[in-house]
T-cell receptor, first 111, second 114 residues
Framework: DQQVKQNSPSLSVQEGRISILNCDYT??????FLWYKKYPAEGPTFLIS?????DKNEDGRFTVFLNKSAKHLSLHIVPSQPGDSAVYFC??????????FGAGTRLTVKP | DAGVIQSPRHEVTEMGQEVTLRCKPI?????LFWYRQTMMRGLELLIY????????DSGMPEDRFSAKMPNASFSTLKIQPSEPRDSAVYFC????????????FGPGTRLLVL
């Protein structure tokens, strides 16, 4: 069962604009959420995270928002740059148990 | 540090053959994870080890899959016999603490079973 879902397989954005990547989860016991970024021919790398006690975490151009009531989180990238073009994975974790990943969203930022 | 090392980077084999994927974690990391990436299911955790001991293998799809970690610097994921539906990218990752956010992923092995 897919406990973490990224319903948009791809997203295309113009350079300088905002990119919004969405993620939904089904297990209300998840208490930590992460975003990973993956370039072609490389493994995923950690990008940003948020604890369930918060609703927002910001790191430079990247902000993650968490809506626990809706079981939804989103990653905002602003302004988007061509170098942000990659596959973004959402992940959720319950305590020290395993992480569940979404299927990924391929972001393309056009110059 | 060279990071997590995986070999081979690409593997093409025929159905029924045995496939062995290899991983060298980052030195000093106590946790090692094997993931599989497919278009439909994204990244799935197959198994993870702590101090060379398998902790959770509930993600291993079936008995054709097995994983070992004979020492702190080496792990293998074996598929025997392989099937076309096993075609995917297999990632190995390591970390110094349980589920710390910066799991370090290797570059992956792209497996194609014909």
């Amino acid at each position: 069962d897919q406990q973490v879902k990224q319903n948009s397989p791809s997203l295309s954005v113009q350079e300088g604009r905002i990119s919004i990547l969405n993620c939904d989860y089904t297990n209300s016991m998840f208490d930590y959420f992460l975003w990973y970024k993956k370039y072609p021919a490389e493994g995923p790398t950690f990008l940003i995270s948020i604890s369930s006690i918060k609703d927002k975490n910001e790191d430079g151009r990247f902000t993650v928002f968490l809506n626990k009531s809706a079981k939804h989180l989103s990653l905002h990238i602003v302004p988007s740059q061509p170098g942000d073009s990659a596959v973004y994975f959402c992940a959720a974790r319950r305590g020290n148990n395993d992480m569940r990943f979404g299927a990924g969203t391929r972001l393309t930022v056009k110059p | 540090d060279a990071g997590v090392i995986q070999s081979p980077r690409h593997e093409v084999t025929e159905m029924g053959q045995e496939v062995t994927l290899r991983c060298k974690p980052i030195s000093g990391h106590d946790y090692l994870f094997w993931y599989r990436q497919t278009m439909m299911r994204g990244l799935e955790l197959l198994i993870y080890f702590n101090n060379n001991v398998p902790i959770d293998d509930s993600g291993m799809p079936e008995d054709r899959f097995s994983a070992k970690m004979p020492n702190a610097s080496f792990s293998t994921l074996k598929i025997q016999p392989s099937e076309p539906r096993d075609s995917a990218v297999y990632f190995c990752a390591s970390s110094g603490a349980p589920w710390e956010e910066t799991q370090y992923f290797g570059p992956g092995t792209r497996l194609l079973v014909l």
